[in-house]
């Protein structure tokens, strides 16, 4: 069912892909797909969970192709995958493959967009080059909760100390190293247990004997002290923005390229807010965080463009916003903000040449209308921007393409939290017949690979 779905309408997908290493040593590679259908609902499938015989770039790209061959998918538009230098030789293989089948819109413009890295895993490495500043505090803190967790007696002698103390009903979580937002959720949790930390060093012995221990060598650190209980504070405090991004690029039931951009800029005004700190060691934190983005999200050539232009394609946003983000990241910097405008805006006129021209080679089906119905909205997710209203002014201005009609249009309100960005291009989407479908395309883009982690 979900073969013919494909063929029969042509469906352009994205992909994400992931492997992971089981205790038997053998490798396995997950492929996702990600498509909105005609009724613009946004879907996910897994098409394939195989062993895979190594990790090398051509051999995942082999098993791309050959899954996509096998499925009867001909048209793709987009691959997330994580920052590992070997999926750049995966997205080069799959390209070049790609653009040796016999279908001219097999990939658009050539693949050049093709490549989308996973912005949790960028997200990932900017915290984590921050918390290298960590000192013995969230070390205390971890050894604590390593203790309570370690064994069902232990445990149980927690939950009595919580209750003689009065924390709220819950225990404490052991966090995962490889992944900072346990860390921040660890903490965030440990917090509310400080009570029972400090019953448990007046009655539990192995509790105060456990920290004598030596470990690599050394002395245990620990037991937390009241510093190390204000340090986990901050650093909770700290990392909230950090933990908000990461939910919101992790989302896999619902769209996120169209908040990506937004979500970017939040991230950049918060490191510039925390690098004017009082606090040196949150000052510390954050040039380190500052240098990790820059690296990956700052200048030009560093994000793929495709992500922009979905902020672009949401109706609450269009250029304007846009043109607001790249102030924020190029600190006002007016010739760079003027030059990344306008690559937006030709990226998004090629995509429209590119669309027109595919369309008039298509079938008729292929190329039909959207029939508006009803009324837009919905709650199908929780968007946030982190600007006041931007209005388009249109007065007086000649249209001359659908591209400059869309963004000549007036937005819709972007306090509107609720809109549906896909019922809105579902309801409207006759008004632009190209800018539709490039939409549905730039729209199922994720912007992480955690559907196929």
């Known amino acids: 069912m979900l073969k013919n779905l494909i063929c029969n309408n042509k469906q352009r997908v994205s992909l994400t892909t992931d492997l992971w290493t089981s205790v038997q040593n053998m490798s396995y590679m997950v492929i996702t797909i990600h498509f909105i259908d005609s009724d613009w609902c946004l879907n996910r499938r897994i098409i394939s969970l195989s062993v895979i015989e190594d990790h090398r770039g051509k051999t995942i790209g082999k098993k791309i192709v050959a899954c996509l061959q096998d499925w009867g998918i001909e048209r793709l538009f987009a691959i997330t995958i994580d920052n590992a230098s070997t999926n750049d030789v995966v997205v080069n293989y799959v390209t070049m493959q790609l653009l040796a089948w016999r279908n001219d819109d097999a990939i658009v413009l050539a693949g050049q967009y093709m490549h989308v890295r996973c912005c949790a895993h960028i997200l990932n490495l900017i915290v984590v080059s921050g918390l290298n500043e960590w000192h013995a505090s969230v070390a205390a803190i971890q050894n604590a909760v390593k203790y309570v967790r370690s064994s069902t007696t232990r445990l149980q002698a927690f939950k009595q100390c919580a209750q003689q103390v009065k924390c709220p009903n819950g225990t404490v979580v052991l966090d995962c190293p490889t992944r900072w937002n346990s860390t921040y959720l660890m903490l965030m949790i440990a917090l509310k247990f ?27 650190v620990g037991p937390p002290r009241p510093e190390d209980w204000e340090s986990a504070e901050r650093i909770v405090k700290f990392l909230k923005v950090f933990y908000d991004a990461t939910l919101l690029f992790s989302a896999s039931l619902s769209v996120t ?23 040196p060691w949150v ?17 030009s050539g560093k994000i793929n463009k495709i992500l922009i232009v979905a902020s672009i394609l949401d109706p609450r946003a269009k250029i304007d916003f846009a043109k607001h983000i790249f102030e924020i990241i190029f600190a006002n910097d007016g010739w760079k903000v003027e030059e990344m405008t306008k690559a937006v805006k030709d990226l998004l006129n090629k995509l429209y040449d590119a669309y027109s021209a595919m369309c008039s080679s298509s079938t008729p089906s292929m190329c039909s209308e959207s029939i508006p119905s009803g009324s837009y909205g919905g709650t199908s997710y929780s968007p946030y921007f982190t600007t006041e209203k931007v209005f388009v002014q249109n007065e007086g201005k000649r249209v001359t393409s659908e591209v400059e009609r869309y963004l000549s249009d007036p937005v819709e309100d972007p306090s509107n939290l609720k809109l549906n960005v896909l019922l809105w291009w579902k309801v409207n989407g006759s008004k632009y017949p190209i800018l539709e479908k490039i939409a549905r395309d730039v729209l199922d883009v994720p912007v992480s690979t955690v559907a196929s982690e």
């Open 194 to 220: 400080q009570a029972a930390f400090y019953r448990m060093t007046e009655v539990d012995k192995p509790y105060e004997a456990y920290f004598l221990e030596k470990e690599n060598n050394a002395k245990r």
């Open 283 to 299: 000052v510390a934190m954050t040039y380190n965080m500052r240098e990790k983005f820059d690296k990956y999200w700052e200048s």
């Open 257 to 279: 390229s169209n908040l990506c951009y937004d979500t970017i800029g939040l991230i950049k005004s918060s490191l510039t807010a925390l690098a004017a700190s009082k606090d």
